[in-house]
T-cell receptor, first 114, second 113 residues
C-alpha cells in the first residue's frame, strides 16, 4: 500500500472563498486522482493529475472551479474555488502506486461551506 | 463511458449469515474490479479485487466472482461479524495502469448481533 496524507483534514469555510487541499504520497507516482464524496453518496472522479501536464477533468468539473497543481511526483493540490454550500463534501486523493490498477486513498478532507 | 450499478443499497443480515452484494458494468473493455469497504468517517479501504482473466477470488471470509459475459460481479461475505458493518463500494476500470475507477453507489451493510 501507499502512505498518503491530506491537509487539512477538515475545514469550515464561508461561501465565496477558496480552499486548497494538499495531498502528499510517500513515494513517486505517475498519476494522482481527485474524488469527491458528497454526504451519504458514492465517490465521483473530479480529475486525473499527471506530473508535467494539465489535469484531465471529468464531465461536470471545470478547471476554473477546481484548479489542480501537480508540481512533482509525490504531491498535488486541489483548490475548490468560489465555494457554495453545494461544495460541502469529502475530497479524497488516490494513487495507483505501482501502476497496477490498485488505488489507495488518502484520509480525505471534510469541507463544510456555510 | 463506464456505468456501474450496485444492489442492494442497504442490506441487513444476522451475525453468522452470509451477505451478497451485486454489481453490473456497461463497458466491455473494463477488466479490473475492486471492492472497497468504508467505515463511518474513514477512507475507503480496498478489501479484494479481481481481474477479467479470473472468475473467482477468495480471501478468508470474502470472495468475489466475475461473469464477463453477463458483465456482472459480486462480493460474498460469509460468517458475517458486527465489524463487517460498513458501506461497501464496487468499482470498475479498464485496468491499463493508472486508470481512474468508476464506482457503484454503495451498499450499507448492517450485521445484527
Amino acid at each position: 500500500s501507499a502512505v498518503i496524507s491530506q491537509k487539512p483534514s477538515r475545514d469550515i469555510c464561508q461561501r465565496g472563498t477558496s480552499l486548497t487541499i494538499q495531498c502528499q504520497v510517500d513515494s513517486q507516482v505517475t498519476m494522482m486522482f481527485w474524488y469527491r464524496q458528497q454526504p451519504g453518496q458514492s465517490l465521483t472522479l473530479i480529475a486525473t493529475a499527471n506530473q508535467g501536464s494539465e489535469a484531465t477533468y471529468e464531465s461536470g468539473f471545470v478547471i476554473d472551479k477546481f484548479p489542480i497543481s501537480r508540481p512533482n511526483l509525490t504531491f498535488s493540490t486541489l483548490t475548490v474555488s468560489n465555494m457554495s454550500p453545494e461544495d460541502s463534501s469529502i475530497y479524497l486523493c488516490s494513487v495507483d502506486r505501482a501502476s497496477a490498477d490498485t488505488q489507495y486513498f488518502g484520509p480525505g478532507t471534510r469541507l463544510t461551506v456555510l | 463511458g463506464e456505468n456501474v450499478e450496485q444492489h442492494p443499497s442497504t442490506l441487513s443480515v444476522q451475525e453468522g449469515d452470509s451477505a451478497v452484494i451485486k454489481c453490473t458494468y456497461s463497458d466491455s473493455a473494463s477488466n479490473y474490479f475492486p471492492w472497497y469497504k468504508q467505515e463511518l468517517g474513514k477512507r475507503p479501504q480496498l478489501i479484494i479485487d479481481i481481474r477479467s482473466n479470473v472468475g473467482e477470488k477468495k480471501d478468508q471470509r470474502i470472495a468475489v466472482t466475475l461473469n464477463k459475459t453477463a458483465k456482472h460481479f459480486s462480493l460474498h461475505i460469509t460468517e458475517t461479524q458486527p465489524e463487517d458493518s460498513a458501506v461497501y463500494f464496487c468499482a470498475a476500470s479498464r485496468g491499463s495502469g493508472n486508470t481512474p475507477l468508476v464506482f457503484g453507489k454503495g451498499t450499507r451493510l448492517s450485521v445484527i448481533a
